[in-house]
């Protein structure tokens, strides 16, 4: 099946400051999005992410690189039918109601019958637990609604991909256990998922995939199983050391050379055992410390 | 087109929920109301003080109109950021330019409309006998606002609403005094009056092409190849200016 997304060599400087010099955002970002999947786009703040989305989308114009779309295409109308996207801040038309927000998009985005597209909004507002607030304003919306109002419209043409920035950012927990189960079931019903986030913990248990950027260049592209695996997994060894409880943690490879060290002072081994990083430590040592 | 007719009809309710379209409408309605009273001042020229006060508040407030809400639609959308999620659907950025001056024209046409049938009734309710010429002074101020409004709405691609309503009030101003500009140079012999003249007259739309309010209010026949030369003429304008500004943000980078 072909690739939902695939980023080559993505380019992207600005000029900045009153005397113009050129910043280089993008550093030649490569990776892929395969369909049906949801993929995790991490990094720290200024890595890049949002910027990447922008020139996904078109609202940023990449200064050197290429993005093909399902397969074969260049970004164009037709493509970006087939395309959602929430903002990373949901800034939306206020002034008007939930009902007439999802309207207003599912008008630009597809070319449905208003009867069939209110049928379709009346199910994704219940998908999204708001259809008690369809009829009410978007202004009198707290964030968590006005996240989940965002999702909608992203979702409402039925796209093949999703492009989430930061979605689940300033939500309290409830509302990122809904939100995390709405995009759950979005990649169930055969939608890619691609989503920026802080929260390494929602990565972690959402994402198949993760891409991480670190100062505009990818530094990991591959599976969150492997990611864990090929960073993660370290030693732990407790033993006594004149009477005092030491705890040593150990790369793999040199896990058994210092078990044996230890044995041949004769210290008292009190255990040795494997340990998995979390998403959090591993992106730690991958984003931050530049470990690779 | 039917994204450019969704856009238009949100643009066109976005406006109407705003609470500054009211206080404009009451604004020209108290206008409209003393007319009626500097009509009664005079004995012999009442109707024509009533019509001509009455044109002049429906002008101000279709110009009003134009370069006040034309200078934040665009500038709200990108200050917002929800031109963000709208250019992330599969409209151009031509179509999105169109469908938002549309959206004025639809506000402008409906503000004139019922500002002029309030005329009417005062009018009426004097006895003055509303000839057809009515309808093409209130054509002229139609034409003259949306090029004013595509005016703004260049402008606003690149600069914040304060700039867009002072460049637009000071080329309002210069539009015209064009005609008279026109005649002085045509009595000049300076040659570099005239070339000034010439120069702007072709960077600068000649807003005076579009007054026929005192041919309205006495009476005067207006030809029909003047109407179709007038619509031509803003039509023209109208295009430059949306033309220029998707031009203009056309490569723009919304970060």
Known sequence: MAKVLEVTDLRKSFKKGFIPTTVEVLKGVSFSVEPGTITGFLGANGAGKTTTMKCLLGLIYPTDGKMVYFGNRELDSQVKKRIGFLPEHPYFYEYLTGMEFLLFYGGISTSLKRSVLKDRIHDLLKRVDLFHAKDRQLRAYSKGMLQKIGLAQALIHDPEFVILDEPMSGLDPDGRYYLREIIKDTAKRGTAVFFSSHLLNDAETLCQNLVILKNGAVAYEGTTHNLLNKLGIEFEIRYYDQEKLVTEKIERDKANQRLGELIGQKKEIVSFRETVQSLEEAFIDLALKGVK | ?255
């Open chain 2, 1 to 255: 087109m039917k994204s450019v007719w969704i856009i238009a009809h949100n643009t066109f309710r976005e406006i109407i929920r705003d609470r500054i379209l009211y206080g404009l409408i009451i604004f020209a309605l108290l206008l409209i109301g003393l007319s009626l009273i500097l009509g009664q001042l005079s004995f012999s020229e009442q109707m024509r003080i009533s019509l001509d006060f009455g044109f002049a508040a429906i002008h101000i407030s279709a110009v009003i109109l134009s370069i006040f809400i034309g200078s934040t639609l665009v500038f709200k959308e990108i200050d917002k950021k929800t031109v963000m999620t709208l250019l992330a659907r599969p409209i151009t950025r031509f179509q999105f330019l169109i469908g938002k001056a549309l959206g004025l024209v639809m506000v402008i046409g409906t503000v004139l409309v019922g500002l002029s049938a309030v005329l009417l009734i005062v009018l009426i309710s004097m006895g003055v006998l509303v000839e057809a010429n009515f309808t093409v002074g209130l054509y002229g101020i139609f034409l003259e606002s949306i090029v004013l409004l595509s005016m703004a709405l260049m402008f606003s691609t690149f600069t914040r609403p304060v700039m867009v309503v002072s460049a637009c009030l000071g080329l309002f101003l210069i539009g015209h005094w064009m005609g008279s500009l026109e005649f002085f140079a045509q009595k000049s012999k300076a040659q570099s009056f005239i070339a000034f003249e010439r120069f702007l007259s072709t960077v600068i739309p000649n807003l005076e092409s579009f007054n026929w309010r005192s041919l309205a209010i006495y009476g005067d026949s207006i030809s029909t190849d003047l109407l179709l030369s007038a619509s031509f003429y803003s039509s023209i304008w109208v295009m430059i200016f949306l033309v220029t500004a998707t031009l203009i943000i056309w490569r723009k980078d919304f970060g």
